[in-house]
Structures are given as structure tokens and as C-alpha cells.
């Protein structure tokens, strides 16, 4: 028994070992694939990792010419640490932390300098008794502002070296002599470091963190566009499609997931961008809190996208006849507000107010003639005896499986039994549920009315959207609408080849 035993452990790990060796030979390929893969998507990153390796040879420097390390001393490694915290990859971001790191660390010196002074002017006993309640007092305060939501917001970073920076000061002059010397050189090496990366992100290829919250705003937008239309397509589909649970890979769940989970990038980008310069020729004022309530409006239609793409995989779905009805009215009410939506996406690249036409009078005759096809079905929504051939079909069936239902569950069985019936049981309940559901006289008509009025939100979602738009232009100065800006757009076209669909699959 002890044999077999260790011959089944010797071949686990004789495959484990084959499998370890077989990821060990794929790991070299498949790092280069994803580090092309990342510098492809984005050369950016790239470029970047250049400017941080020629910021460290810049500062190291320091260390290496003999001149430069008689000036700062040992302290030069500071400047270092310096360039790997503060440089960042937007020019927002490093002009963030590099002032608060600057004044942080400005601060810090002058204060603990000060206390020193003071310190120094009595005994030894209550030197120590003074640097430790200080150490204490301002520890505790600086800590205490921390939890304030606009010094958290915007200066958190500078507080932090604040305090890092004004207890190595305060308790090293306890055994040190000259502490204006330390002090000093702190600073010098860390303006040094700063100062390196803040003309590396601004004059060396910068990357703006309000032009990325820009062609971010931009790119949700024509993302919802596309999962709208994406998805009145697959649900008059003839392709059976719908009712597939294919969430996690499907992209239209992709499109409006990059909009809901924005709020966090959103919110970081206009903090960088609140920091930056202005860049433009014109020198506009970048409205970055205006691209903040411009992301949460679009959440909330990203919400009624969702509830969309939810009625494609829904359990109880209207049959395929009765939605052949309405797929005219629907498609064509889809392409508008997709039309619109990417009208609002393309005039916000372009930094243009949007076309006066924008709410079109197709989009309007969509809606009434959805109303019209609705309205000429009063049978299948407010209530009748009104049922084709097909659908008395399915519920003469219904009521078939229901009376093989009951004659089952009236059985006695015996106790040998009952735990098997149970099991089985439990395992019936989500078609029993069904069959409750389907024998309701609206159970066929309400799905499709659900994904009715939601098309109609879409619509009246479109409006806040546009408003906050026009908002964003009047504020960022954006140029008047002229007659050849708006281009017509082919929806259809669009998020076919973005769910690289073959052109005829939603004919």
C-alpha cells in the first residue's frame, strides 16, 4: 500500500514538473508578446519609460561628477528617490506631486529649523523634552488633516512628506550639530529631483492628463453608441442569440462597462488636469469639473444600457413573431439616439458646439411611429383572448406539463424514496417557476414592453446628455457650429466592424 502510494505522489509531481517546464519555455515568448502588446496600444508608455531612464542618469550625475558630490555631499541620493516618486506619467500628476513634495518638504525644513532654535537656547533635558512633544504635536496634527477631504483630495502627498521629512530634521539635530546644513542640502537635492522631472513632463513629449480625460469623455461616448445599437440588433436578431448568458466576453458589456467603471478615472484625471497648465494656443481654461458631471450623466444612461443588454438574457422573452413587429420602429429608433450620441462624441473631439439638428425629426418620427405599431396592438398589451395559433400551442403544452405536475407531486412514495423525490424537487423549482411565469396572460408581451420603455429612457437620457455637452462647450470656449462640420454618420457600420460582425448579420 505504502508503494502505491508513493508511486501515485511521484507521478503528480512528474506532471507538475512537465507542466512547470512547459510554462518556463513559453515565458520568455509570451513576455515579449505582451511588452510589444502594451507599447502597440499605447506608444506613450514607451516614451515615457525613455524620459524616466534619462531623468535617473540626469540626477545620478550627482554622484558621478566629482564637482556635483562636493556641492550636495551624500545627500545626492535623495534626488534619486526623488525622480522614481515624483515623475509620473501625465504632466499633471508629476506637477502634483512634485509641488506638493517641494512644499512639503519646504515647510518641514523651515519649521523643524525654527524649533531647534528654540530648543537650543535650554538645557539638554529640555531640548529632548521639546523635540519629542513636537515630534508628538505636529505628528498628530498633520495626521489629523489628512482626513480632511480637500487636503486628502489634493495634498495628501505633501503632508506625508511633511511629516517624513520634518521628524528626520527635528530628532537627527538632537545628535547632530549643524541642522541648517541638513536641511539645506534636503532641499537642494530635492529641488534638483523635482525640477528634473517637471521639465521632462512638460517640455519633453508631454502627456496631458486633460487631453486623456478628453479622448476619455470621447470614447464612452461612442461606446454607449455603439452597445445601443449592438443591442436592439441581437435582440431582432434571427440568429437565436438572445437569452445566451455570454456577459464576461461579450462586447457590448465591455463598451458600457469601461463607462460605469469611470467615476475613479474620472475624477483622478481632472485632479491631474486641475494642476496643469494651460497648453493651447488659445490658452483656454480647461473645464476638467465639467468633464466630471459630464462622466456621471453618461453613468446614468450607461444604467438604461445595461438594463438593455439585461432583456437579451432575460428567462421569460417575447416570442420571436410578436417582436418581428416592432423591429422597424425599434432599429430605426436605436440608429438616432446612436446617431446622436456619436454627433455629441465627434463634436467634442473637435472642440465645436454640436449641431443645432442634433435631435433630428427622424428621431422624433421613430418615436411616434414606435407608438403607432404599439398602439396597433391593443390585444397583446392591455389585455384580450387575443393569442395566435403558435401561442395557444405553448400553453395547451403549459397546461399539460402543469397536470403532470400535480399527478406527480400526489403520489405516495416511500420513506426509501422521499430523499430522491426531494432532490428532484429542487431541481424542478426554477421550471416550476417558468411555468407560473408563462401562464400569466401578459407574460409574452412584458418583456418586450420592458425593452420598449427602455429604448424610450434612452431617449430622454439623450437630452441630459446633450445639456451637459453644450455646457462643457460654452465653458471650454469651443467654436461655433458651421454649416459642413457635421458629418453623417453610418452607426451600423461602426459597431459592426467594432464587434467585427460580417456585414450582413444584422440584415
Known amino acids: ?28 515568448g509570451l513576455l515579449c508578446r505582451d511588452i510589444w502588446k502594451a507599447g502597440r496600444d499605447d506608444p506613450r508608455k514607451a516614451i515615457h519609460s525613455i524620459k524616466v531612464g534619462l531623468s535617473l542618469t540626469l540626477v545620478s550625475l550627482l554622484y558621478l561628477l566629482e564637482p556635483l558630490f562636493k556641492g550636495v555631499g551624500g545627500n545626492a541620493i535623495w534626488a534619486v528617490m526623488t525622480v522614481v516618486v515624483v ?13 506638493n513634495r517641494g512644499l512639503g518638504t519646504l515647510l518641514a525644513g523651515s519649521l523643524a529649523f525654527l524649533f531647534e532654535f528654540i530648543a537650543r537656547e535650554s538645557g539638554k533635558v529640555f531640548y529632548a523634552v521639546f523635540i519629542g512633544s513636537s515630534v508628538f504635536f505636529i505628528g498628530a496634527m498633520s495626521t489629523y488633516l489628512r482626513f480632511l477631504p480637500k487636503v486628502k483630495k489634493n495634498y495628501d502627498y505633501g503632508v506625508v512628506i511633511f511629516l517624513l521629512t520634518f521628524n528626520l530634521i527635528t530628532i537627527s539635530s538632537y545628535r547632530v550639530e549643524d541642522v ?62 438572445v437569452g445566451k448568458d455570454e ?28 494642476w496643469e497648465p494651460r497648453h493651447t494656443w488659445h490658452c483656454n ?62 463634436s467634442i473631439r473637435e472642440r465645436r458646439q ?72 429542487r431541481s424542478l423549482r426554477p421550471t416550476l417557476s417558468k411555468i407560473a411565469i408563462t401562464s400569466l396572460e401578459f407574460s409574452e408581451a412584458l418583456p418586450f414592453a420592458a425593452f420598449a420603455a427602455l429604448l424610450v429612457e434612452a431617449v430622454a437620457k439623450l437630452d441630459l446628455v446633450i445639456e451637459q455637452v453644450e455646457e462643457l462647450g460654452r465653458i471650454a470656449c469651443f467654436k461655433e457650429f458651421e454649416l459642413g462640420d457635421d458629418v453623417i454618420l453610418n452607426v451600423e457600420e461602426r459597431y459592426k466592424l467594432k464587434l467585427n460582425l460580417p456585414s450582413n448579420a444584422a440584415d
Open 1 to 28: 500500500m505504502c508503494s502505491i502510494w508513493v508511486v501515485g505522489t511521484l507521478e503528480v509531481w512528474k506532471k507538475r514538473a512537465c507542466v512547470y517546464m512547459e510554462k518556463t519555455k513559453r515565458f520568455p
Open 87 to 99: 515623475l509620473e506619467f501625465t504632466a499633471g500628476a508629476t506637477l502634483c506631486k512634485g509641488l
Open 354 to 425: 454640436c449641431s443645432p439638428q442634433i435631435l433630428s425629426d427622424h428621431l422624433h418620427q421613430a418615436l411616434q411611429d414606435l407608438d403607432t405599431a404599439l398602439k396597433s396592438q391593443p390585444r397583446l398589451f392591455l389585455g384580450s383572448n387575443y393569442q395566435s395559433k403558435p401561442e395557444k400551442q405553448h400553453l395547451s403544452s403549459v397546461k399539460t406539463e402543469a397536470s403532470a405536475l400535480s399527478e406527480w407531486r400526489s403520489k405516495r412514495v416511500s420513506k426509501q424514496q422521499q430523499q430522491m423525490m426531494e432532490d428532484e424537487r
Open 180 to 241: 541648517l546644513k541638513i536641511a539645506r542640502e534636503r532641499l537642494y537635492t530635492m529641488a534638483i529631483g523635482s525640477g528634473v522631472c517637471i521639465l521632462m513632463s512638460l517640455f519633453v513629449f508631454p502627456i496631458w492628463s486633460g487631453e486623456d480625460l478628453h479622448n476619455f469623455s470621447v470614447s464612452k461616448i461612442e461606446g454607449l453608441a455603439t452597445s445601443i445599437q449592438a443591442c436592439v440588433e441581437e435582440y431582432f436578431s434571427e440568429s437565436g442569440a
Open 247 to 274: 456577459s464576461m466576453e461579450d462586447p457590448i458589456y465591455k463598451n458600457y462597462k469601461a463607462v460605469l467603471d469611470s467615476k475613479s478615472t474620472d475624477e483622478t484625471l481632472a485632479l491631474h488636469a486641475s
Open 285 to 346: 481654461p480647461f473645464p476638467w469639473q465639467q468633464y466630471v458631471k459630464l462622466g456621471v450623466v453618461l453613468r446614468h444612461f450607461g444604467y438604461t444600457v445595461v438594463a438593455l443588454h439585461g432583456c437579451l438574457q432575460t428567462e421569460i422573452q417575447t416570442p420571436k413573431l410578436v417582436r418581428l413587429l416592432f423591429k422597424d420602429p425599434c432599429s430605426r429608433l436605436a440608429t438616432q439616439v446612436s446617431n446622436a450620441l456619436l454627433e455629441v462624441a465627434n
